[in-house]
C-alpha cells in the first residue's frame, strides 16, 4: 500500500467512527423521542 492510500484509509476510519459515535446519540435521542411520542397517543 503506498502512503496515500494509507491516510486515507485512517481519515475514512476516522470519519466513519466520529459518525458512528454521533449516531448513537442521534439513535437514542431518537429512540427516546419516539416513545415519548408512543406514549402521548
Request: overall charge positive; charged content about 20%; aromatic content about 18%.
Amino acid at each position: 500500500m503506498t502512503c496515500k492510500i494509507k491516510k486515507f484509509f485512517f481519515f475514512f476510519f476516522l470519519l466513519g467512527s466520529i459518525l458512528l459515535t454521533k449516531n448513537i446519540v442521534v439513535k437514542d435521542y431518537l429512540v427516546r423521542h419516539v416513545d415519548l411520542s408512543i406514549r402521548s397517543l
